[in-house]
């Protein structure tokens, strides 16, 4: 079983960037799919990037298409959120979350296909 935990959340002005990082307990970081979703308040959890197991295929949420980098390195068993011009709407909970696949290429966009998640940092954007 994996844990991950999340950091890397702040407080940042519109327009700045932030890096989140997701560490991984588990020696078998590689046979895991990662993603990031975030919360705000009063709204459901939305997918933001995925991952494949390799780090060869990634997928973007729309809302952050363009401006966030999700990114992982297998030997430090970390994944990474760059987010580049960061708006008061990003503001949210952020949350990694990992699904043991067998398929290497392939990338999860439903919060549903994870089975391990880590318990948020927060990133608030003020304008």
């Not at 307990?25 to 990037?49: D, H, N």
């Amino acid at each position: 079983q994996v844990q991950l935990v999340e950091s890397g959340g702040g407080l940042v002005q519109a327009g700045d960037s932030l890096r989140l990082s997701c560490a991984s307990s588990g020696r078998t970081f590689s046979s895991y799919a990662m993603g990031w979703f975030r919360q705000a308040p009063g709204k459901e959890r939305e997918f933001v990037a995925a991952i494949s197991r390799s780090g060869g295929s990634t997928y973007y949420g729309d809302s952050v298409k363009g401006r966030f980098t999700i990114s992982r390195d297998n030997a430090k068993n970390t994944a990474y959120l760059r987010m580049n011009s960061l708006e008061p709407e990003d503001t949210a909970v952020y949350y990694c979350a990992g699904a043991i696949i067998l398929d290497g290429g392939a990338v999860l966009r439903d919060r549903w296909q994870y089975n391990y998640w880590g318990q948020g940092t927060q990133v608030t954007v003020s304008s």
